[in-house]
């Protein structure tokens, strides 16, 4: 056991977003994982009464496993603060700032960090012209887990412009990120933070039966194949990873991320590039960071054990700092 002493935990899941069902799963894994090293867990679907329910139940900390809007963009992080309770994951700032696919870039980009060009687009604009040379893809601003994700080709079946009725995420979101599409393998590097720092705990390799790896594809069983460690140059492997944990340290990410990826093995380290820093990764049992954590050595119950103790230790730092109602994010 992790934690010197039994804990009674909330553990936040479902709720009203797109990735409902993947949240359920990763809340459901993760009570388990604390009943099964002796600590008091009350599950909570969240609904609009999440509040009321947390003052009622009065965790000692709460375990943040929700995906998507409210519980990944700020939203559920600022209640959390406002109430005092320590939580995992992310902080408000953060979750502000890395939900957005844009203001990720304009964090990272100075740093160092390579991303993809492009420009927000509304679907006005798509259906008068393509914003991008073919291929491109085009993204919601603010969701996770691939939802909504499209790939326009000159083979794509949607018109040239986008037909209105063509079904694709235009039909869903007003506006979308269009980016140019990189061409190359899918890779992924998850950052676990710890007594020393962040550190990456490797690179995963997913390698798609068919099309891109899409919402589907990731929480479906048999669609993907997870290569750990991921069969890469040594110095493209060590890239992936510094971007990784540096990204989580320039968005202030705490607790764990997971940073995505693209590589153009032919451009070489130039053909690198990061598509997104995940700060809610999933825990489910196709999730990826604890299949890497696994290939580390470490347990899923340690696993969700070391993020429950790292929210204690930045709620504690953040009280003997005077913070206890400002923002999660360490500094």
């Not at 993760?30 to 609009?48: F, K, P």
């Not at 844009?102 to 990272?108: E, P």
């Amino acid at each position: 056991m992790i934690l010197e002493r039994p804990l009674h935990v909330a553990v936040l899941m479902g709720g009203w977003a797109s990735e409902r069902e993947v949240s359920l799963t990763s809340g459901a894994g993760v009570a388990e994982a604390l009943e099964s090293r002796g600590h008091q867990v009350t599950r909570i679907d969240m609904g609009r009464d999440v509040a009321l329910r947390l003052h009622a139940a009065r965790p000692d900390v709460v375990f943040n496993a929700l995906h998507g809007v409210p519980g990944e963009d700020g939203s559920v992080q600022g209640m959390l603060d406002l109430m005092g309770l320590p939580y995992t994951h992310s902080g408000l700032a953060t979750s502000v700032i890395a939900i957005d696919k844009q203001l990720t870039k304009q964090a990272l980009v100075p740093h160092g960090i390579p991303m993809p060009g492009g420009r927000i687009v509304t679907r006005e604009e798509l259906f008068k012209g393509d914003p991008l040379p073919r291929p491109y893809v085009l993204k919601p601003v603010n969701e996770g887990s691939s939802v909504g994700v499209a790939i326009i080709t000159d083979d794509s079946d949607v018109g040239s412009p986008i037909d209105p009725q063509a079904r694709g995420p235009w039909q869903e979101f007003a506006q979308l990120l269009a980016e140019p599409f990189i061409k190359g393998r899918e890779l992924t590097a998850a950052v676990l933070d710890g007594p020393d720092g962040p550190r990456a705990l490797g690179v995963t390799e997913l390698v798609v039966a068919d099309g891109f790896y899409d919402y589907e594809n990731k929480y479906t069983a048999g669609r993907t194949e997870h290569i750990f460690p991921a069969r890469l140059p040594p110095e493209i492997a060590a890239l992936c990873q510094h971007y990784a944990v540096k990204a989580h340290q320039v968005l202030g990410c705490r607790g764990t991320s997971r940073t995505d990826l693209r590589w153009d093995e032919e451009a070489g380290a130039e053909g690198l590039f990061v598509l997104e820093t995940n700060t809610q990764p999933g825990m489910t049992p196709l999730s990826l960071v604890p299949e890497q954590a696994a290939g580390c050595g470490i347990s899923y119950a340690d696993l969700v054990e070391m993020l429950v103790a790292e929210a204690l230790r930045v709620h504690g730092q953040r009280q003997a700092q005077g913070g206890r109602h400002g923002p999660a994010d360490p500094a």
